[in-house]
């Protein structure tokens, strides 16, 4: 009974989620810490941190932009094709006004990953549209520039409310099994397409 126990309190997540989570979590985190370092060094408007200044970090930001644009698609179709019941539902909003009730909880989680999706695509168009010369000379009234600090700012609001809906959720056994790296037989890497194909 004991070891019953244990394993319905520690759940299994698919290696192909936590494979493409991880690899997405580590990267939206390098863009958002690159990501402040340029702001720090060409802008900061709103502020600035007293930090040495990197040389190329605009360089190693787009860089990091780069290896993003490989996979933050791939986890946004994951999350669509195969995750989609952790996303906004159809009565998302209507449970959202039962607040404090486990539902509401559930929706707020819901939400937030709906959220960090939309935050990543926007991060990822909006760098796409910036001409990497544009903050050395000075020019911080470009469009895209904006929209790229908005699409920063709501991913680091919705990482932070990410975390905390998911302990707040499934408790540390769901953040551990995120990042652990035991896999089932039946979930080996060879069975990633047809888990794609099943939606399972």
């Not at 989609?84 to 509401?104: C, F, M, Y």
């Not at 910036?130 to 919705?158: F, I, K, N, R």
């Not at 932070?160 to 707040?168: D, E, G, I």
């Amino acid at each position: 009974m004991k070891n019953s126990s244990m394993a319905r309190s520690q759940p299994y997540q698919p290696s192909l989620l936590r494979f493409l989570h991880g690899i997405n979590a580590i990267l939206v985190v390098l863009s958002l810490v690159t990501g402040f370092l340029v702001y720090n060094t060409f802008d900061a408007r709103f502020g600035r941190i007293a930090l040495p200044r990197v040389n190329g970090i605009i360089d190693i930001h787009g860089t990091i932009a780069l290896t993003f644009w490989i996979f933050a698609p791939l986890f946004v179709i994951y999350s669509i094709w195969i995750g989609w019941r952790k996303l906004a539902q159809k009565d998302t909003i209507a449970n959202l006004s039962r607040v404090g009730e486990p539902i509401w909880w559930i929706s707020l989680q819901r939400t937030t990953n709906t959220a960090m999706l939309v935050a990543m695509l926007l991060a990822f168009g909006t760098g796409k549209l910036m001409d990497e010369t544009w903050l050395p000379t000075g020019d911080l009234t470009q469009v895209a520039y904006s929209l790229h600090l908005v699409a920063w700012l709501v991913m680091l609001v919705c990482l932070a409310l990410h975390l905390l809906m998911s302990a707040k959720v499934g408790g540390l056994p769901l953040l551990w099994s995120m990042s652990s790296w035991k896999i089932r037989s039946e979930d080996h890497p060879k069975m990633w397409w047809k888990q794609l194909r099943d939606r399972v």
